[in-house]
């Protein structure tokens, strides 16, 4: 299989027909058809790692001030637990819970309801430990390489650039010039599979700091690119700034790139 990752922007992109849902969609229908799906979301920030485990996870919407047609849109995609417990075993000797509790948050299910519109694939969450370092979350990713022989989408859902304090509400709004640096700053990184560069963002200064001042959003990209192998080639598949300081870059790595 291979391995994406979606900026999921804005949860208005639900309700929009638009250029990064039409690339989430075709994302979809060029992959080989996985088994199911594992989703490391900028939604899911915890102490520890876990794993959604439960049967049926619920749609969930952690936004606030949106329009009610949003709270109205539900992704009952089934889970697995026997596919939990396979991710558990993979990421020993980190621990790793099996939550029965959090479900699929919009981070998932924005874009998966685009490329999966039909919510008929299993569909599994794997937070993201706060307390650890980049490497940490790169080296998380290396252990989950064996599920894509296993016919599972690793995918994480974040945005490279996410700085709501310093969004512009305005309509057309032109980005940020550091918003547009570190944008670049990362896809060239990807051009060249320079993942020490991407481990190592926030050596890219203060465009770094500006475009993530919490990294929760960023780390997605790192699980990513740790379940590749040496030389696997990237494509971006969409790419733009929105709102002044959120990337909407998703990328395909592997064989479907």
């Known amino acids: 299989m291979p391995v994406v990752f979606f900026g999921h922007g804005s949860p ?17 229908r060029a992959a080989p058809r996985p088994r199911a799906v ?15 485990a439960m049967a049926s996870p619920k749609t969930i919407h952690d936004f606030y001030g949106f329009p009610r047609e949003l709270y109205e849109l539900q992704y009952p995609a089934p889970g697995d637990p026997a596919l ?8 020993a000797p980190t621990p ?5 509790s959090w479900g699929l948050d ?12 039909q919510a008929d694939l299993p569909v599994l969450q794997l937070s993201i430990d706060a307390t650890q370092p980049a490497a940490f979350h790169y080296a998380l990713g290396r252990r989950l390489a064996p599920l894509r022989d296993e016919g599972v989408l690793v995918a994480g859902s974040g945005d490279v650039v996410h700085n709501l304090r310093l969004m512009r509400r305005e309509a ?3 980005p940020y010039d550091w918003a547009v640096r570190f944008n670049d700053f990362v896809r060239d990184a990807l051009a060249r599979g320079d993942h020490r560069a991407l481990v190592d963002w926030e050596a890219a200064g203060e465009d770094a700091r500006r475009s993530n001042p919490t990294p929760e959003h960023y780390l997605p990209l790192l699980y990513c690119l740790g379940a590749l192998a040496d030389g696997e080639p990237a494509r971006v598949a969409v790419d733009g700034i929105e709102i002044g300081s959120v990337s909407m870059l998703s990328a395909v790595f592997g064989a479907a790139a």
């Open 96 to 100: 790793v819970a099996l939550d029965q």
């Open 172 to 174: 057309g709004a032109p």
């Open 12 to 28: 208005m992109n639900c309700l929009e027909d638009n250029r990064y849902t039409r690339a989430w969609g075709e994302i979809g």
């Open 38 to 52: 594992l989703c490391v979301s900028a939604h899911w920030y915890t102490r520890g790692t876990a794993v959604t």
């Open 106 to 117: 919009h981070g998932t299910w924005a874009v998966l309801r685009f490329a999966y519109p």
């Open 84 to 91: 939990a417990a396979r991710v558990k075993d993979l990421l």
